[in-house]
Nanobody, 124 residues
Framework: QVQLVESGGGSVQAGGSLRLSCAAS????????MGWFRQAPGKERESVAR????????YYADSVKGRFTISRDNAKNTVYLQMNSLKPEDTAVYYC?????????????????WGQGTQVTVSS
């Protein structure tokens, strides 16, 4: 069993930055692909970014490409999401998720463990 705990959310003005962290329990973190998802009010949860088990491959939604960076530190069992040039439309609850595979896709069903979410609010 893996537990995921997100942190780093908050309120920021448009153009600002935030860094989200997701700390994982367990000794198998380094073998899991990880993803960040978000859910805005009234919308379905969507994939934002994902990273392979070693960090060698990363993927981004078109809406965040060039502004967000996903990374991981397997020694610290932590995955990060650096968010720059934030826009009001980035406002959502952000979730990290772990997949028991080395590579993962953008669909929620591919992920086995989820964090509780952290709120990000971007004001104009």
């Amino acid at each position: 069993q893996v537990q995921l705990v997100e942190s780093g959310g908050g309120s920021v003005q448009a153009g600002g930055s935030l860094r989200l962290s997701c700390a994982a329990s367990g000794r198998t973190f380094s073998t899991y692909a990880m993803g960040w998802f978000r859910q805005a009010p009234g919308k379905e949860r969507e994939s934002v970014a994902r990273i392979s088990w070693s960090g060698g491959r990363t993927y981004y939604a078109d809406s965040v490409k060039g502004r967000f960076t996903i990374s991981r530190d397997n020694a610290k069992n932590t995955v990060y999401l650096q968010m720059n040039s934030l826009k009001p439309e980035d406002t959502a609850v952000y979730y990290c998720a772990a997949a028991r595979t080395r590579y993962s896709g953008m669909h929620e069903s591919e992920y086995d463990y989820w964090g509780q979410g952290t709120q990000v609010t971007v004001s104009s």
